[in-house]
C-alpha cells in the first residue's frame, strides 16, 4: 500500500486529553477519530490490526469447534425482560423505541437473544453440544467513557455461547475456551494471567477472568513469573504459616498507652515493630459480630470473612456498635474478656507474646498469649496478601500488577435456561434445563491492551501476528529520483511475499522516520544515499539493530530474519 | 465440519409466511431466524456466505486502490444537523438517546461522518484522491419490512466514498467503482445490469444502480441478452423511426362516435387496430398547459415530458382543466382547431390518415394528417417503450425484468462538503469544496439475490464463489459401520483440499437429501450401498449429473470437475 493513498493522520505532537499510553498513541499516529464520548471511527491501520486479531479470534474458535453466526444489534425488550434484565442492567444498556414505538436494547450482550434462537429449534439432548460465536459491535452506556477503546460506548467483543446436557459436556468446553483463549492471548503478544474471579451474583466460582497485565488496569493481579498462579487480589489464598517453636511465654502486663490509636502508634510506644503488633476488628456477619485478630501490618479482606463464615455480608462494626459491645474506641479493642466469639488470622495463630487493645481506652495488654490468655474460636485466612509472600501453589514469591480484563469464560449454568425455558428432553425423555457457558473477548480493548505492552517512547512495536503491514518502505530524499525508482521496484518485489506500507509522501525524511517509529511496523527498509552504491538500510523495530545490505539482498535478510 | 455439531436448523414444511423465494428458502434450509420485525440472527451457513461475498467485495475494493475503516453506528444528532437530514431523513431514521439525554441517529448511511472525519484532517489537494470503504451493519427502520433480507431493518452493506479536488479525479474514481461492482456482482454469480438512475433532487445523470435481475423486484428494467444496455424503464429511450414512404392524403372527415370514450373503444367502432389510433393528452407543464399526442397502444411517460420541457413538474390535466379549455370530454379530445400547442410522439409524426377526437363529445375526425389539418409545435420522445421495441443502442429487441438492487454509485458533488465545510486549499492556495462520490453494496441483500436466481424447487444451487462448503459427505444408512468409516477417512482426506460438510448425523437418508438439496453445496458424494465394492456416487447440484466412482478416485475427479 502507498502511504499517499492511505489515510494515516499522525499528530506531531502528544495528545494532553487522552488518558492512557494506549490512546495518546493511538491518536498520535493516526489510527482512531473520537466522533462522540467512548465513540470513535477505525481508521486503516486500526482497522488493518482489528482483521489480523479477529482472523485469530476465528482460527481458535473454529479449532475447538465453535460456529459463527451473526446476531442482530437490536433485542426487542420482551426478551431482556424474560431474564429480567431489562430492569436488572440499569442506566448502562441503551434503549430505543422504533416508529411503532416498540422498545429495544442496543445489544451489549446476547446471552437473550442466543437463548430465545435455541429454544425453538433444539428439542432433544441429541443435537448438544454446540457452541456459537460471533465477532460484533456491542454497546454499553458507560458513564465515564475513558481510556481510549479500553472504556468504550461502542466496541467490538467475540463473544460465545455453548449449550450442553450435561456438566461433563460444559466442563469440557470451558476448559477448551480455556484453551482456546491461552492461545489467542499468546499468539496475538499479550503478556497475560487467567484468574479466577469472583462470579458475583451467579454462584460459584466458575470463571475465569483474562487479565493482561498493565501498569493502567483497574483491577490489582497477584500472580508469580514461576508458574501460571494468578489471582485477583480479592481471592488470592495465604498460605498457612508453618508454626514457630513455642517460646516462654511472658507474664501478661496491662499497660497505659496514651495516644496511641493505631497499630503504628502502637510499635512506636512499644518499640517493637509493626509485624509485631495485632489489629483486633469487629465484624457484623450477617447481624451477628465477632472478633477478627490479624498481624498489625495487614489489611483484613472482607470477602475472604464473608466466604469463611459462608455469610450474605461481612461488614465493619460502626464506632457506635463496638463502643456497645465492647465499652471501648477502636483503637483499645483486644481478645482478652471479650463478649463475642474471637477468631484469629493464621499469621497471628503463630504469634506468641505480642500486644492487644485491653477494652479500656488507652489501655493495652503485652505478652498476651492465645489459649493461655483468651480462647479462640476458630482460624483462617482474613487477610490480602502482600507482595513476596509465597504464592499459594509456593511456585514463587507473589508479585502484583494491574491488569486489563481482555476475556471471561463463565459457567452459566442454567441461569438464562430457566427464566427463558431453553430445555430439552434427556435421555429419559425428560425435559431439563440447558446447561450454558458464555465467553467473551473485548477485541478493540485487546487492541489497546497490546499497545501498552509493546511500545517506547517513539511509538508503537506491534508484535508480528497482528502488525498492519511487515515492512515500511521509505525514501529519505523525495527529490531523489534513483532513489525513488528504487523504492518503487523494491516495494513490488517485497509485495510478492511481504505485506508492505511505502512511504511515498513528498515529506522531510525527519517527518518519514518519527511516523514510521509511531506506526511501528516490524521492519523499516530506508533507500538514502547509499542507493548509490545499491545500499539500503534495514532496521529492526523491536531491537533496533540496523545493517546495510545490499538492495537485491533485501527480501533474503528479511526471510532470514523476519 | 461435520453438521451434528453445526447449527443448520432445516425445516420440512415450506414456511407460509414468507414473501419471497429466497425469504423461504432462506428459513426452510436453517439460514436465519426472525427476532423482529425485519431484523433476523445470520445462522452459520448463512455466515459463511457472507464471509465469501465480503471477501470479493473486500478484494476488488483493495484492487481500486479503496482503504477500509470502520465508522461508528451511533452517530451524534449535530452532524446529521448540519447536513439537513436530521429532519429530512424522517422517521426511517432510527433514533435513541444516551444517558445523558443527547440524540444520536443509528447510521443508515454515513455521509455525515466520514465528512466530519475528513474535515479536520484533509488540509490540502495534495491528500486527494483517498477513497474509504467500510463494511458494517446499517439500519433503516422501514415502514413494512419484507422480503426476508431483501428489505430488513437491520443489514450489512459496503459503503464507500471518495473525496477529490477535480471532477476528472471524480470521474476516474466513479469509473474505477463501476468496474469493480460489475467484477463483484459477475463474480458472487448474480445476472445483473447496471442502470443509468434518475438521481433525484441531487441533478445531473451521476448515478447507476446495479440491478440483480429478479422476478421479485419493484422496478422493471429494460435491457438486450446482445449488450450491456439496461435501463429502469422511466429512462429507456425509443429510437426515432425511419419516416415512412408518403402515403395519399385521404380527405378529413368528421364522424359520430357515440360510446367512444378510449381508444380500445374507437379501434373498435372504426375496425382498425389500436396502433392505428391516436391518443391526445392535456399536460400541465408548470402551468402551462400543452396537448401530446401518441399512439393509441403506448403509454405517456410524464418523466420524460418533463425533461423534454426542462421542466420541474409534468401533470395531468384534470378533467374540469380539460372541460375548461377544450370544452370536450377527454374522450373526444384532438389537435384539429387546438388552442394549446400540441406536440407529437415520434411514432405519431409518422403516421398518416389517423383518427382524433373532434373537440365535440362523441365526435372523432378520421383521415387527419399534421401539417394539412394542424401543425405540430415539436414532436419528441414522450413514451414508454415496449417490449420487443429496438434498444436505443441498436443491439436487439429489449425485453423486460424486474430487478433487485443491490448496488449503487453515485457522485455527490459538493452536497456534504459544503453543508458541513469540508474544503481544502488548491494548487493556487483557495479554499475550495472538495468533491465526493458515494458507493454502496446491499451484502445481505446481494445474498438474496444470489439465492433469487440460484434455486430450482428442491432448493438453492450456490454458485462456486460464494458457497458455504464446496462438498456434502453424505452416508446414506448411518448404522452401516462400513460406510460411516469410508466418511470418515473422505472427509478427513477431502477436508485438505476443499470446504466439506460431513452429514455424519443420525437422520434417515431421506432426510439427509432432502437436506443436502435445501442447502444446494455445488457436489455431493454419497456413500452407500456401494461402498462394499469400494465404490461412492457423485452428483453435481446443478446439472444433477450423478456419476459411480471408485472411493479412492474421488478427489481426482472432483479436482477434474470441481
Known sequence: MKQSRMFIPTMRETPQDADSLSHRYMLKSGMIKQMAAGIYTYLPITKLVLNNIEQIVREEMNDIG????HMPVLHPKELWEESGRWQAYGSELMRMKDRHDRDFALGPTHEEIVTALLRDELKSYKKLPLTLFQIQ???????????????GREFIMKDAYSFHSDEASLDETYNDMYRAYSNIFRRVGLNYRAVEADSGSIGGSHTHEFMA?????????????????ASNIEKAACIVPEAVDSAAQEALEKVPTPGVDSCLSLAEHLNIGLMDTTKTMVVNIDGEFVMILIRGDH???DI??????????????T?????GIMNAAPGSLGPVGSSIPVYLDHQVDVMYNYPVGANTDEYHYINVNHGRDFEAAGTGDFRFITE?????????????MKGIEVGQVFKLGTKYSESMNLNVLNENGRS???????????????????????HDDRGIIWPKSVTPFDIHIITANPKDRDAQDAAEKLYEALGREYRVLYDDRKERAGVKFADSDLIGLPYRVVIGRGIKDGRVEIKARDSEETVEVEIGQVTEYLKANY
Chains 1, 2 share one sequence.
Open 319 to 323: 464506632d457506635a456498635e463496638i463502643r
Open 66 to 69: 465453535g460456529v459463527e453466526i
Open 304 to 317: 475472604k470473612v464473608r466466604d469463611y463464615f459462608g455469610a450474605e455480608d461481612a461488614e465493619f462494626a
Open 213 to 229: 497485565l498493565s501498569e493502567i488496569g483497574e483491577d490489582i493481579i497477584v500472580y508469580t513469573d514461576e508458574s501460571g498462579y
Open 432 to 454: 431439563v434445563p440447558v446447561l450454558m457457558g458464555c465467553y467473551g473477548i473485548g477485541i478493540s480493548r485487546t487492541l489497546s491492551a497490546i499497545i501498552e505492552s509493546h
Open 388 to 400: 513476596g509472600e509465597k504464592a499459594e501453589d509456593y511456585s514463587g514469591e507473589v508479585k502484583f
Open 299 to 301: 489489611e483484613l479482606n
Open 137 to 151: 459491535t456491542k454497546f454499553r452506556d458507560e458513564l465515564r467513557p475513558r481510556f481510549g477503546l479500553l472504556r
